[in-house]
């Protein structure tokens, strides 16, 4: 599974998003940061699935 990982920055005063350790964006809310990430997270996961099945 990824890892999602969103911390404050107090000097920007915005979110910075970290999927499994990678600089993905900036958000302006926790919330905003937390649903930007599950749909980046659901689209990887639609890919690999279909990726896997047009290798079958």
Known sequence: MYEKTIIYD???RDFVMYL???LVGFAR???EAEETLDELVSEL???Q???SR???
């Open 10 to 12: 107090p000097e920007t």
């Open 20 to 22: 499994d350790g990678e």
């Open 29 to 31: 809310t926790y919330q």
């Open 45 to 47: 996961l639609y890919q």
């Open 49 to 51: 699935e279909r990726l």
């Open 54 to 56: 047009e290798a079958a």
